[in-house]
């Protein structure tokens, strides 16, 4: 699997479906951020820009023209699968999906594909990526994003922007900040960006931000027993009030014959030596204890 390290302020960026509204207002966005958008897709005005931003028809065109290598699907969910495949044939080695809805079986396949190809693909539904102070890809807000030393990952998007926005005002930040997203079947899971974790020199600590439903913090606690990180992980898990067989929010928030419940996962990540907190406020100040406020 590709790393994220690659992603930066300087890696090449297509948005797929540039020139819908929320394409149109997001792909303004990010590249007021920073992200060094170079090219998107568009059927409708293939041929002619997008503030500048060249547009053609189907990914290939647009790689072969401006070598991009990271790619952001701004299509809706029934159309997310097409999107990836064309990103993929086109060389793209790094994909977000930000679409809620993708069909599970959709999901599946484009596993599979991105896995097989050595794609990193991160969705099906996320709130985007980040390296803050150079690029994101997304909606994250701008108020919750500073460098620092804390990478973020997370489920959620609001939660998340929250423990976000607390730590930029303490003046710590985040070294990376990845959307993995709530979806039971999706492209990147949190053990997977483990050696990414070990290997990333500007992040200092890990802050998970779970939920309870399936198995991914469990499967997370397993490869941290397994493979110490040598840093803080700090685990905050949302969903204390979920009836089991209910789905809260998320498609993969559903707790199911006593898996996947929020005292599983506190009990499985404690035992791999991760920080568990009942709140928001509880995991910030553990942050500062850890980092102390700084300007």
Request: proline content about 5%.
């Amino acid at each position: 699997m590709k790393t994220l390290i690659e992603f930066s302020g300087r890696t090449p960026v297509l948005v797929q479906g540039a020139s819908g509204r929320m394409g149109r207002r997001h792909t303004q966005l990010m590249r007021e951020y920073g992200t060094n958008i170079v090219a998107g897709t568009s059927l409708r005005e293939a041929g002619g820009t997008l503030d500048g931003i060249p547009l053609f028809a189907e990914s290939g065109a647009a790689v072969r023209a401006t070598g991009a290598v990271a790619s952001i699907c701004m299509v809706p969910p029934l159309e997310t699968r097409a999107a990836v495949e064309e990103a993929v044939a086109a060389g793209i080695q790094l994909v977000v999906t930000i679409a809620e809805g993708v069909p599970v079986h959709d999901a599946l396949h484009l596993r599979r594909l991105t896995q097989a190809q050595g794609v990193t693909w991160i969705g099906a539904s996320t709130p985007g990526i980040a390296v803050p102070g150079q690029a994101k890809l997304g909606f994250l807000p701008n108020v919750a994003l500073r460098p620092g030393p804390v990478a973020l990952l997370t489920k959620s998007g609001t939660l998340s922007y929250e423990v976000g926005y607390r730590l930029v005002q303490l003046g710590l930040g985040q070294s990376t900040w990845i959307g993995v997203g709530g979806d039971a079947v999706k492209g990147t899971r949190f053990a997977e960006l483990l050696p990414m974790m070990a290997a990333h020199g500007p992040t200092e600590a890990v802050v998970l931000i779970g939920e309870v439903g399936g198995t991914e913090e469990e499967e997370f606690a397993d490869a941290l027993a397994a493979t110490p990180l040598g840093k803080p992980v700090l685990c905050l898990l949302a969903g204390r009030e979920a009836k089991e067989g209910v789905a809260m929010g998320h498609a993969g928030a559903l707790t199911y014959g006593g898996a996947g419940t929020l005292e599983s996962k506190t009990s499985r990540l404690q035992a791999a030596g991760a920080e568990v907190f009942a709140t928001t406020a509880a995991l910030v100040e553990r942050c500062r204890a850890l980092f102390g406020p700084r300007a």
